[in-house]
Protein backbone atom coordinates (compact mmCIF):
# COMPACT_ATOMS: atom_id res chain seq x y z
CA UNK A 1 0.00 0.00 0.00
CA UNK A 2 1.39 3.63 -0.82
CA UNK A 3 1.26 5.59 2.42
CA UNK A 4 3.09 8.89 3.00
CA UNK A 5 5.32 9.74 6.12
CA UNK A 6 6.93 12.75 7.33
CA UNK A 7 10.84 12.25 8.20
CA UNK A 8 12.89 15.07 9.92
CA UNK A 9 16.12 14.99 7.91
CA UNK A 10 19.36 13.75 10.25
CA UNK A 11 21.85 16.45 8.06
CA UNK A 12 19.74 19.68 8.14
CA UNK A 13 17.17 19.00 10.97
CA UNK A 14 13.73 20.25 8.53
CA UNK A 15 10.75 17.89 7.82
CA UNK A 16 9.39 16.48 4.76
CA UNK A 17 7.37 14.58 3.59
CA UNK A 18 7.62 11.03 1.34
CA UNK A 19 6.09 8.46 -0.42
CA UNK A 20 6.35 4.76 0.50
CA UNK A 21 5.26 1.28 0.48
CA UNK A 22 3.85 0.17 4.24
CA UNK A 23 4.19 -3.12 2.82
CA UNK A 24 5.09 -4.54 -1.07
CA UNK A 25 2.45 -7.46 -2.29
CA UNK A 26 4.58 -9.23 -4.32
CA UNK A 27 2.81 -8.83 -8.05
CA UNK A 28 4.86 -11.72 -10.21
CA UNK A 29 5.49 -10.66 -13.34
CA UNK A 30 8.68 -11.29 -16.11
CA UNK A 31 11.60 -10.13 -13.59
CA UNK A 32 14.83 -8.68 -15.98
CA UNK A 33 18.39 -10.41 -16.52
CA UNK A 34 19.02 -6.83 -14.20
CA UNK A 35 17.15 -8.43 -11.81
CA UNK A 36 14.02 -5.91 -12.22
CA UNK A 37 11.53 -7.70 -10.79
CA UNK A 38 8.11 -7.78 -12.49
CA UNK A 39 5.48 -6.31 -9.27
CA UNK A 40 5.17 -2.71 -9.64
CA UNK A 41 6.21 -1.85 -6.93
CA UNK A 42 9.32 -3.38 -6.88
CA UNK A 43 9.61 -2.25 -10.82
CA UNK A 44 9.49 1.66 -9.67
CA UNK A 45 11.39 1.03 -5.77
CA UNK A 46 13.56 4.01 -7.72
CA UNK A 47 11.43 6.32 -7.60
CA UNK A 48 10.74 5.92 -3.72
CA UNK A 49 14.51 6.52 -2.45
CA UNK A 50 13.06 10.10 -0.11
CA UNK A 51 15.51 13.12 -1.05
CA UNK A 52 15.33 15.86 1.27
CA UNK A 53 13.82 18.88 -0.23
CA UNK A 54 15.80 21.21 1.71
CA UNK A 55 19.67 19.62 1.62
CA UNK A 56 19.51 17.45 -1.01
CA UNK A 57 20.16 14.13 1.34
CA UNK A 58 19.12 11.09 0.10
CA UNK A 59 18.37 7.87 1.56
CA UNK A 60 16.14 4.92 2.60
CA UNK A 61 15.98 6.72 5.90
CA UNK A 62 16.83 10.30 5.90
CA UNK A 63 16.16 10.50 10.12
CA UNK A 64 20.21 8.76 9.78
CA UNK A 65 22.95 9.88 8.40
CA UNK A 66 27.03 8.73 8.57
CA UNK A 67 29.14 11.43 9.55
CA UNK A 68 30.58 11.53 5.74
CA UNK A 69 27.35 11.30 4.77
CA UNK A 70 27.03 14.88 6.24
CA UNK A 71 30.08 16.13 4.38
CA UNK A 72 29.12 14.79 1.12
CA UNK A 73 26.12 16.59 0.89
CA UNK A 74 27.16 20.08 1.26
CA UNK A 75 30.12 19.46 -1.42
CA UNK A 76 30.05 21.59 -4.81
CA UNK A 77 29.74 17.92 -6.61
CA UNK A 78 27.04 16.95 -4.68
CA UNK A 79 25.25 20.17 -5.45
CA UNK A 80 26.11 19.94 -9.38
CA UNK A 81 24.06 16.39 -9.02
CA UNK A 82 21.59 18.19 -7.48
CA UNK A 83 20.99 20.91 -10.30
CA UNK A 84 21.37 18.69 -13.10
CA UNK A 85 18.01 19.90 -14.81
CA UNK A 86 18.65 17.63 -17.57
CA UNK A 87 17.74 14.41 -15.50
CA UNK A 88 14.44 13.30 -14.20
CA UNK A 89 14.33 13.81 -10.49
CA UNK A 90 14.53 9.36 -9.57
CA UNK A 91 17.27 9.75 -11.84
CA UNK A 92 19.08 12.63 -9.46
CA UNK A 93 18.22 10.77 -6.03
CA UNK A 94 19.55 7.65 -7.52
CA UNK A 95 22.89 9.59 -8.12
CA UNK A 96 22.86 11.48 -4.83
CA UNK A 97 22.11 7.59 -3.13
CA UNK A 98 25.37 6.80 -5.25
CA UNK A 99 27.48 9.50 -4.23
CA UNK A 100 26.98 9.23 -0.67
CA UNK A 101 27.45 4.92 -0.82
CA UNK A 102 30.84 5.93 -2.68
CA UNK A 103 32.08 7.94 0.10
CA UNK A 104 30.94 5.52 2.86
CA UNK A 105 32.69 2.97 0.74
CA UNK A 106 29.43 1.07 -0.22
CA UNK A 107 30.39 -0.19 -3.20
CA UNK A 108 27.30 -2.31 -3.46
CA UNK A 109 25.53 0.47 -3.01
CA UNK A 110 26.95 2.47 -5.48
CA UNK A 111 26.45 0.03 -7.73
CA UNK A 112 22.59 -0.35 -7.20
CA UNK A 113 22.05 2.81 -7.24
CA UNK A 114 23.21 3.05 -10.72
CA UNK A 115 21.19 0.63 -11.92
CA UNK A 116 18.14 2.29 -10.75
CA UNK A 117 19.27 5.60 -12.36
CA UNK A 118 19.96 3.39 -15.55
CA UNK A 119 16.14 1.83 -15.23
CA UNK A 120 14.61 5.76 -14.72
CA UNK A 121 16.58 6.62 -17.32
CA UNK A 122 14.93 3.33 -20.11
CA UNK A 123 11.35 4.55 -18.42
CA UNK A 124 12.00 7.90 -19.56
CA UNK A 125 13.39 6.96 -22.66
CA UNK A 126 16.88 8.56 -22.33
CA UNK A 127 19.02 6.04 -24.17
CA UNK A 128 21.87 7.40 -23.80
CA UNK A 129 21.88 8.19 -20.16
CA UNK A 130 20.78 4.71 -19.53
CA UNK A 131 24.07 3.39 -21.30
CA UNK A 132 26.56 5.76 -19.08
CA UNK A 133 24.89 4.66 -16.05
CA UNK A 134 24.80 1.18 -16.83
CA UNK A 135 28.70 1.52 -17.43
CA UNK A 136 29.16 3.52 -13.43
CA UNK A 137 27.20 0.40 -12.47
CA UNK A 138 29.51 -2.20 -14.06
CA UNK A 139 32.61 -0.28 -13.05
CA UNK A 140 31.19 -0.62 -9.39
CA UNK A 141 30.72 -4.35 -9.58
CA UNK A 142 33.84 -4.87 -10.90
CA UNK A 143 35.54 -3.35 -7.90
CA UNK A 144 33.81 -5.96 -5.79
CA UNK A 145 34.72 -8.78 -4.87
CA UNK A 146 34.10 -12.56 -6.49
CA UNK A 147 31.93 -13.17 -4.22
CA UNK A 148 29.94 -10.03 -4.11
CA UNK A 149 29.95 -9.92 -7.86
CA UNK A 150 27.12 -10.91 -10.18
CA UNK A 151 28.24 -12.04 -13.52
CA UNK A 152 24.76 -12.27 -15.23
CA UNK A 153 23.88 -8.76 -13.92
CA UNK A 154 27.43 -7.21 -14.89
CA UNK A 155 26.85 -8.95 -18.85
CA UNK A 156 23.59 -7.47 -18.79
CA UNK A 157 24.80 -4.54 -18.10
CA UNK A 158 27.51 -4.18 -20.69
CA UNK A 159 24.80 -5.92 -23.15
CA UNK A 160 22.48 -3.40 -22.45
CA UNK A 161 24.68 -0.69 -22.76
CA UNK A 162 25.83 -2.03 -26.48
CA UNK A 163 29.37 -2.52 -25.60
CA UNK A 164 29.23 -6.16 -27.59
CA UNK A 165 33.13 -7.51 -27.69
CA UNK A 166 33.50 -5.93 -24.58
CA UNK A 167 30.64 -8.25 -23.12
CA UNK A 168 31.38 -11.05 -24.95
CA UNK A 169 34.94 -11.51 -23.38
CA UNK A 170 33.34 -10.72 -19.93
CA UNK A 171 31.10 -13.86 -20.29
CA UNK A 172 33.44 -16.07 -21.96
CA UNK A 173 35.94 -15.59 -18.89
CA UNK A 174 32.81 -16.04 -16.83
CA UNK A 175 31.92 -19.18 -18.53
CA UNK A 176 35.87 -20.41 -17.82
CA UNK A 177 35.11 -19.34 -14.32
CA UNK A 178 31.74 -21.42 -14.25
CA UNK A 179 29.49 -19.02 -13.44
CA UNK A 180 25.92 -19.26 -13.77
CA UNK A 181 26.18 -20.96 -17.06
CA UNK A 182 22.80 -20.75 -18.74
CA UNK A 183 22.52 -17.02 -18.25
CA UNK A 184 26.16 -16.29 -19.32
CA UNK A 185 24.70 -18.76 -22.48
CA UNK A 186 21.58 -16.68 -22.79
CA UNK A 187 23.46 -13.73 -23.03
CA UNK A 188 26.68 -14.54 -25.10
CA UNK A 189 23.30 -16.00 -27.57
CA UNK A 190 21.93 -12.21 -27.37
CA UNK A 191 25.01 -10.57 -27.61
CA UNK A 192 26.11 -12.41 -30.74
CA UNK A 193 22.78 -10.78 -32.50
CA UNK A 194 23.95 -7.56 -31.31
CA UNK A 195 20.85 -7.31 -29.17
CA UNK A 196 20.70 -4.50 -26.61
CA UNK A 197 17.19 -4.92 -25.82
CA UNK A 198 15.53 -5.52 -22.50
CA UNK A 199 15.25 -9.80 -21.92
CA UNK A 200 13.81 -11.16 -19.14
CA UNK A 201 14.70 -14.47 -17.02
CA UNK A 202 12.22 -16.13 -18.45
CA UNK A 203 13.21 -16.06 -22.14
CA UNK A 204 16.96 -16.53 -20.87
CA UNK A 205 14.77 -20.52 -19.53
CA UNK A 206 13.17 -20.76 -22.83
CA UNK A 207 16.19 -20.58 -24.62
CA UNK A 208 17.96 -23.05 -22.24
CA UNK A 209 14.92 -25.58 -22.63
CA UNK A 210 15.09 -25.21 -26.28
CA UNK A 211 18.88 -25.45 -26.50
CA UNK A 212 18.96 -28.34 -24.29
CA UNK A 213 22.06 -26.59 -22.45
ZN1 LIG B 1 17.88 17.92 4.82
Redesign the pocket.
Known amino acids: MLCRRKMI ?1 A ?2 G ?1 ESEHRHFRSITMVLGEEDMDDRRGGWAERYMYCFTPR ?1 P ?4 SAPD ?1 SKASYRARIVVKTRAYADILSNKALPEAAITQLCTAAIAKIEGDTKGVARAYVWAAWAMDDEKIPDKATEFRMQAFEAFSSLGPADQQPVVMADLLRRAGQFDQARQFCLNALQDGCDLHGIRAELAWIDAQDASVKTAEQARKMRRKRGW
Open positions: CVCRCHCGYL
